[in-house]
């Protein structure tokens, strides 16, 4: 599967997905996921949101609500609801998706879509130790 990524007028076209990309699981913003999408926005690029979640009321106003108290301006959020993204995001022409699911970015291989990995070891490792009172098993992030 090729892309039919397309940069028009200088304008890119870049996915993000949403829980521990951009929102971590306790409701706080992923600084590298957030980081990310600033620099998209100062460049002037279009960003969209493709999420693995199952589409429903709640899960748009969760998303909705975050992105506005967080003032991240997106076209579209798209919910593909528990399939790999790799498919909506050839069709939607993606330039660049952002994920923290490793099987997500090694999806896109081939499809001429970049990948960036916005898996954030030092916070995950904080939020965990916060949930279980110890640090996770070593390769938790593999």
Not at 91 to 116: P, Y
Not at 121 to 134: M, R, V, Y
Request: include cysteine.
């Amino acid at each position: 599967m090729t892309s039919g990524s397309q940069v028009h007028n200088g304008v890119m076209k870049i996915s993000m997905d949403f829980d521990d990309t951009l929102s971590m699981s306790d409701n706080s913003p992923n600084p590298l996921g957030i980081f990310h999408f600033h620099n998209h926005v100062m460049e002037g690029h279009e960003i969209i949101i493709v999420t693995s979640r199952h589409e429903s009321e709640a899960s748009k106003d969760a998303i909705h609500g975050f992105l506005r108290k967080h003032n991240l301006p997106v076209s579209d959020v798209i919910h593909t609801n528990g399939e790999l993204k790799v498919e909506t995001l050839v069709k939607q022409e993606v330039s660049i998706h952002h994920d923290d699911d490793k099987r997500e970015l090694e999806a896109l291989q081939g499809t001429g879509i970049q990948g960036v990995n916005c898996f954030n070891k030092e916070l995950f490792t904080k939020l965990w130790i916060e949930e279980f009172g110890q640090e996770p098993d070593e390769g938790f992030d593999d």
